[in-house]
């Protein structure tokens, strides 16, 4: 499991997440399958601007969990998604 902040905030996370292909969107990171997750969407919806700087969550912030695809596809994806 990672995590990264992108520069550009919150529209540039939902952009990166909207141009996933093979890593699957989740609100919960867990299983075999690579997912992906955008904590002010999923884990932390809801709380104020001060709550989510008191928990240390950007709104760029993405959470990634890394499966079993293979190593190039999963690349590739990653690449693709963060050329938008």
Known sequence: ???????????????????????????????VESLASLPVHTSHHGL?????????IDPGMVRLSIGVEDEADLVADLEHALAG
């Open 1 to 31: 499991m990672i995590t990264f902040e992108l520069r550009g905030g919150l529209a540039a996370a939902e952009r990166f997440f909207d141009r996933l292909e093979l890593v699957a969107r989740a609100a919960s990171l867990g299983g």
């Open 48 to 56: 104020p601007e001060a709550a989510l700087r008191a928990a240390g």
